[in-house]
């Protein structure tokens, strides 16, 4: 209260109070105090807080808080909602929390929550949104959200470089990857890896027959994945080209084992198969193996070869069965001589031909049942053992139980053989001896003079009185005599063993029956060789009291009577070597010598013809063994005193009582011929095997051989001409006349008569005298064009074995002169034509190639630099890309070799810059004195700038 002038009391108003005591006017009073209110009068202190909702002014009535504002109990004014908070309801104590995914910030009372704007996230009482951008590396397209998880991570391929991003700053760098929340647009890390390409930022992994090779990274697109290289081994798409292992082959970076049949060094695209002689059993060969001894490979890519032929021979890398050359057979896959007695032949199946002809010796190795030996042999000579060719002179041979021509045998003692080709052997003749085997001549083996050698004899002076005898009492053996002969009369031998009769002496007659008689005395006609006291008249003698003329055979030269005509027992016979024909008054009488051609006995009445082949060239012949063998070259046959010349087409050997055909394989065109050594052989070419009746060959044109064959001198049968040869004539003489199959064409087989009947195909390689056509080698095709011979790949193409035609090389490629396979142009090269030759060429400084199938090299991209043959369009390692990203402190523009400096007094802090303007001036109180700087140096104490 207070009390005007002492009066009565007056209460305080309402919104006043007064605590004092003693007041005297209504200025002493004070106002409600902020945040009170005063509703009544007389109040000495303020009694109520303000209400929450409301405030209060001083000595004011309480007001209700409008919205946007709070107002606590107590409050003496309103108070705004602070930012992140607002009130959207009048009278209330307290501002709400602005809400998650809006924010409460603007200037005034904040009545209402605004939704966070795109880009942002708003948690719990935001006040500002900026405070919450959605982080590098995600954006945000829509509006309310609440935290950052909320916010979208940078989608594959996409970067996001700010904060607060409403969508992606842009598309990745193409060779880079851009996995999900990437915030550039090119990351060295990110770069893309080998074996992948990535293109707008996305990685795709190249396919799975691709494969990026060489320091190919950062990759771009799909031409950048590249087919490994033929006989290139990539199994996990490694960035290095690895040899394809001997024993595989690659084909597209596939290793695949070699199959059996073919082989497969390093590097194969493709399996070889084994040429012929060779093989491969298994998989997995890098070499090819010849084929064991025993068997044969005929054919290109055997895998198991063939066992030889039964017979036939096959050498270690044989491409067929073989046979044995002449005069061998096979054992077991080996020739062997042909065993002795028998003959082999070249074209032999069966081993052992046939046992050789009797009359010819097979020692061993021998080609013919009747072989030739070019020179005499005889007994005795060195190679008798070893040779083949006729039996040998003084021998012969026979057949043995088990079929085959025994050895030379020596003629046994008591025989002889004078020519070559015996089957026996010939007695020893009367007046001549074989004391030992083997004898092939008698010019030294007469019978010892005073002997009689009677046939078969053994010893120059028999006394077995079967092969000869000592020359008995009365008779006379000259030299080389098969008879003993009586002394004429007129002549005696008183003791054995005279070669001849002495003179009847001188007083005595000497006659067969009285071989020493006494004549008369005083006979004076008893003179030296009186044969008995002459009567009658020479040439006649006393029969029945008359002189009558001598017998025939018988002299008569003393009268005295004889015996009967013929009967030399009385010693009245003629001497041998004279016919008498009657009247003969001596043994020998005048004119009256045996005519030569023929032989007269003691007592001959008629001329002796000689035994077959034996005949007489001279007269006065006494006995058979004057009678010699035929001359050579001769034929002497009984009754036929004078020889007949041999024939031509024969040869007649001493000794031999007929002609002798010249053997197969021979002929003769001259007659005489004595030995079948002058039976020439049939020449190369002709076929001389038969004997023509009744004489041999003659001449050998008519017998010319086959077609298909080759016929070597004195040949019994045509040797074949060999695979890869042919022969389309007759009469060919030597394996030269079989040609050579022509280029093109094949001869598979032996005696082809047509070389054009099988041809070659594309691929194959038949060269002249081909058997069987072999691949076409690497880096050469064959075809009909180029004889089917091996033409070396032209540049720009490539040719793989067995091809019929080049390939071209395609852009990417390149193809030297000879190339097998492409050479693939790579990364940092470009594929360019230089005077029609495609190569592969670098790129120079300043520009790039990702792919050698690129033919013009791109322009270095800005921010780096490409040193020449760079192999990614943004490289970072001179290692690997032959370029590297822009330094901080220079700049690269487009088509850079080499980073560009800074200007001194400017700096550049960052990297991949591509301009001038990216150098940025030295700020306030730094410097810089030096070019290429990524920062500039701060000014001295004492100085500025």
């Not at 290095?240 to 290793?255: E, H, K, T």
């Not at 005083?522 to 029969?543: A, D, M, Q, R, W």
Request: net charge neutral; aromatic share 8%; with cysteine.
């Amino acid at each position: 209260y207070y009390c005007p002038n002492g009066l009565d009391k007056t209460a305080c108003g309402i919104g006043n109070y007064n605590q004092l005591r003693g007041s005297q006017a209504s200025s002493h009073t004070l106002d409600c105090p902020a945040g009170s209110v005063c509703t009544t009068s007389a109040l000495p202190y303020p009694l109520t807080t303000c209400a929450a909702g409301s405030y209060c002014a001083p000595g004011a009535a309480a007001v209700s808080c409008q919205i946007g504002y709070m107002c606590p109990a107590g409050a003496v004014g309103q108070t705004l909602c602070m930012p992140g908070t607002y009130q959207d309801v009048a009278g209330q104590a307290v501002c709400k929390t602005c809400p998650a995914g809006s924010y409460c910030n603007y200037v005034g009372a904040i009545t209402v929550a605004t939704t966070c704007p795109a880009g942002y996230y708003c948690p719990s009482g935001t006040a500002d949104y900026l405070s919450f951008p959605c982080p590098v590396g995600t954006f945000n397209s829509g509006t309310g959200l609440s935290d950052s998880s909320q916010c979208t991570s940078c989608t594959v391929g996409s970067y996001c470089l700010l904060k607060g991003l409403t969508a992606v700053s842009g598309t990745c760098t193409n060779g880079y990857e851009c996995p999900v929340g990437s915030q550039l647009p090119s990351v060295d890390a990110n770069m893309c890896p080998k074996n992948f390409y990535c293109a707008a930022g996305v990685k795709t992994a190249c396919s799975a027959s691709q494969y990026t090779y060489g320091t190919v990274i950062g990759a771009s697109a799909t031409t950048h994945c590249m087919n490994c290289l033929p006989g290139f081994l990539c199994p996990t798409h490694d960035t290095i080209i690895g040899n394809c292992p001997a024993g595989s082959y690659c084909v597209d970076g596939v290793q695949t084992t070699c199959p059996a049949g073919s082989y497969c060094p390093v590097n194969t695209e493709i399996p070889i198969p084994c040429p012929r002689g060779k093989y491969t059993s298994t998989t997995g060969a890098s070499t090819c193996t010849d084929c064991p001894s025993g068997t044969y490979c005929d054919t290109i890519g055997t895998t198991t070869p063939a066992t030889c032929v039964a017979n036939l021979v096959c050498p270690l890398g044989s491409v067929r069965s073989v046979p044995c050359t002449y005069g061998k057979y096979a054992v077991a896959n080996a020739c062997n001589d042909c065993t002795a007695g028998s003959w082999c032949w070249i074209s032999n199946t069966n081993n052992l031909i046939g046992v050789c002809n009797n009359g010819f010796i097979c020692s061993g190795g021998s080609s013919s049942p009747t072989p030739f030996y070019a020179g005499s042999i005889k007994f005795g000579d060195a190679n008798l053992q070893t040779y083949n060719g006729r039996a040998a002179m003084g021998c012969y041979t026979s057949t043995t139980a088990a079929g085959l021509t025994a050895s030379n045998t020596p003629c046994p003692v008591g025989s002889y053989m004078p020519s070559v080709g015996a089957t026996s052997c010939i007695a020893c003749p009367p007046g001549y001896y074989c004391d030992v085997a083997g004898i092939y001549s008698l010019t030294t083996k007469s019978c010892t003079a005073g002997y009689a050698c009677y046939g078969s004899a053994t010893t120059a002076a028999p006394t077995d009185g079967t092969t000869g005898a000592i020359c008995p009492i009365n008779k006379y053996c000259p030299a080389g005599t098969n008879t003993a002969f009586s002394c004429a009369d007129g002549a005696m031998a008183l003791t054995t063993g005279k070669s001849l009769c002495d003179f009847c002496d001188v007083g005595f007659s000497c006659t067969l029956s009285a071989p020493h008689a006494a004549c008369a005395t005083n006979n004076v006609n008893c003179i030296i060789g009186t044969s008995f006291e002459p009567l009658c008249p020479k040439g006649t003698y006393i029969n029945s009291g008359s002189c009558v003329s001598c017998p025939a055979g018988l002299f008569c030269i003393d009268g005295r009577s004889v015996a009967a005509p013929g009967d030399c027992s009385n010693g009245q016979c003629c001497t041998a070597g004279f016919l008498c024909t009657g009247g003969a008054a001596d043994p020998r009488p005048g004119g009256k010598d045996c005519t030569a051609g023929y032989f007269c006995p003691e007592g001959a009445t008629s001329l002796q013809s000689c035994p077959v082949n034996l005949y007489i060239f001279s007269s006065g012949a006494r006995q058979v063994s004057d009678c010699t063998s035929c001359t050579e070259g001769f034929i002497c046959t009984a009754g036929n005193a004078i020889p007949t010349p041999c024939s031509v087409g024969e040869y007649c050997p001493t000794g031999i009582t007929g002609w002798l055909p010249c053997p197969n394989g021979t002929y003769s065109a001259t007659p005489m011929n004595t030995i079948v050594h002058q039976c020439l052989s049939c020449p190369a070419g002709y076929l001389c095997n038969q004997t023509l009746a009744p004489t041999g060959i003659t001449a050998y044109t008519g017998f010319n051989c086959t077609m298909g064959k080759y016929w070597l001198t004195r040949a019994l049968a045509g040797v074949n001409c060999t695979y890869g040869t042919y022969n389309n004539y007759s009469g060919a003489s030597s394996s030269a006349d079989c040609k050579p199959c022509p280029s093109g064409f094949y001869c598979n087989n032996e005696s082809i008569t047509n070389g054009t009947n099988t041809s070659c195909i594309g691929g194959q390689k038949c060269g002249n005298g081909t058997s069987i056509p072999d691949l076409c080698p690497e880096g050469y095709y064959c075809n009909n064009v180029t004889g089917y011979l091996p033409k070396i790949c032209p540049i720009n193409y490539y040719c793989q074995p067995n091809s019929t035609y080049p390939k071209p090389c395609i852009t990417g490629q390149m193809c030297p002169v000879g190339s097998g396979y492409p050479i693939m142009c790579v990364a940092g090269q470009i594929s360019v034509t230089v005077n029609d030759i495609m190569t592969c060429q670098r790129c120079p400084a300043g520009t790039y190639s990702i792919s050698g199938s690129n033919t013009t090299c791109a322009i270095c991209e800005a921010g780096y630099v490409c040193l020449g043959g760079t192999t990614v369009q943004y490289p970072w390692s001179v290692q690997y890309h032959n370029g590297f990203q822009c330094p901080a402190g220079s700049y690269c523009p487009a088509g850079s070799s080499k980073a560009t400096p800074c200007a001194a007094g400017t700096y550049n802090p960052l990297t991949l810059m591509n301009s001038s303007a990216s150098c940025l001036l030295c700020k306030k109180n730094t410097f810089n004195p030096s070019t290429g700087q990524p920062a500039c140096f701060p000014c001295g104490d004492s100085a500025q700038s």
